[in-house]
């Protein structure tokens, strides 16, 4: 019998059972962080395609670097008051899903220490565990990370890397706020650590002013910083681009090419005749339009429906909204045993979302990827199971 690798371990995150009830067409899946459909640029995109379609350079190889015009133009959007970015220090992955593998690779060691957000992107879990990290948890205020706690740890421990997510994080909708940008900067420069700042959620803010990236702050070289085209234009398109010093860069681009070469050139080349076309940030603007009507959906029908006992995160963009139960209910046991075959809906609990100590009293829902009708359906469904479920003590031990 073949065995595994001792970095492959099993994980009962929830999502399995799922699946379970995918081809139940009475399912109401706030689970997936997916885009909506309906807001897909698809004309234009395959007008794009097709212009890429016409030049045989773009069924050719390129440079594991990617494409520089396009590279260009998201130095460009990114760019702001405080830094101006230029393509030289990006590299294109493929989705930001890529730049989280490649960081871990170039920086951990097994037992290495890397500080996560708690609760975190289950997706960069698995990214890093590959690496056998040490993990310790940073609890989350309503402001971003608790650095105090951050700071402590720094004190104590060896670590290699800070991963955050800065703007709507995942799970919760929290954004980090500009005061604790410039300190968490100056933390990373005074210990002398990474900051891996995650932000494909950054563009969708549906109200407030937009806050300078970690990476605009940046005057050290501490931050390795990621972006992808999934949430703004099309997660099909597996585009992402990490942003780095090129102490940094140039490692990134020697592991992407011994990973997979390079990111597609066709796709690269129709993302670049696309955005050479069309304002991204009226796509954008569409989009914000047509998500901040869902999270306001979402919001007021927990408002509603939730027990009082129930809270939940109220953001300010982004794709998720995080709800916090009584600290004896076990979310992925209440999702098993009563919240799927009863009231046929879907979330992702909390448990795998902390990886030391796994709080599992927590639900994430996203609110993108359904219309209004059926988030408030789904709400209606999850709180009148959760009301009961609250009154019963059978349920204590869920």
């Known amino acids: 019998m073949v065995k595994f690798a001792d970095r492959i371990q099993p994980c009962d995150n929830g999502l399995s059972d799922i699946f379970a009830y995918a081809n139940d067409p009475a399912l109401i899946s706030f689970a997936a962080g997916y885009p909506n459909n309906h807001l897909f640029p698809q004309n234009e995109l395959q007008t ?159 109200s407030g002013d937009s806050l300078p990236s970690l990476a605009s702050l940046d005057t050290t070289d501490h931050v390795i910083s990621l972006g992808s085209f999934s949430k703004i234009l099309s997660p099909g398109l597996r585009l992402g681009w990490l942003v780095a010093a090129p102490q940094f860069l140039q490692p990134l681009t020697e592991l992407k090419l011994g990973n997979d070469v390079q990111s597609s050139t066709l796709v690269m080349n129709a993302i670049d005749q696309y955005l050479t076309e069309h304002d991204i940030n009226t796509h954008i603007a569409k989009m914000n339009r047509a998500y901040v009507v869902k999270m306001n959906t979402m919001l007021n029908a927990l408002d509603r429906y939730l027990p009082a006992t129930v809270s939940f995160t109220k953001p300010t963009g982004g794709f998720f909204i995080y709800l916090t139960l009584p600290a004896e209910i076990d979310a992925n046991q209440l999702l098993k045993q009563v919240i799927l075959p009863e009231a046929k809906v879907a979330y992702v609990p909390s448990g795998s979302l902390f990886p030391v100590s796994h709080q599992a009293n927590g639900i994430r829902l996203n609110f993108t990827n359904l219309d209004n009708d059926t988030i408030e359906s789904g709400v209606k469904r999850l709180g009148k199971i959760l009301t009961a479920v609250l009154r019963q003590p059978k349920y204590a031990k869920l």
């Open 48 to 206: 794009a395609f097709n212009a890429s379609l016409t030049d045989s350079a773009s069924l050719q190889y390129s440079s594991a670097a990617g494409l520089k015009s396009l590279r260009a133009k998201i130095a460009a959007h990114i760019s702001d008051t405080k830094r101006t970015f230029n393509a030289d220090q990006i590299l294109l992955t493929q989705g930001a899903q890529q730049g989280l593998d490649l960081t871990a690779k170039l920086l951990v060691n097994p037992g290495d220490g890397v500080v996560v957000e708690a609760p975190t992107y289950l997706g960069a879990l698995s990214a890093f565990d590959a690496y056998q990290p040490t993990y310790y948890e940073v609890s989350l205020q309503d402001d971003g990370m608790d650095l105090s706690v951050l700071q402590k740890t720094l004190m104590t421990h060896s670590v290699k890397f800070i991963y955050t997510i800065p703007d709507f994080q995942n799970p919760t909708g929290s954004t980090l706020s500009l005061a604790k940008r410039h300190a968490l900067l100056q933390l990373a420069e005074r210990y002398d650590v990474i900051i891996l700042e995650d932000s494909p959620y950054r563009d969708l803010r549906f």
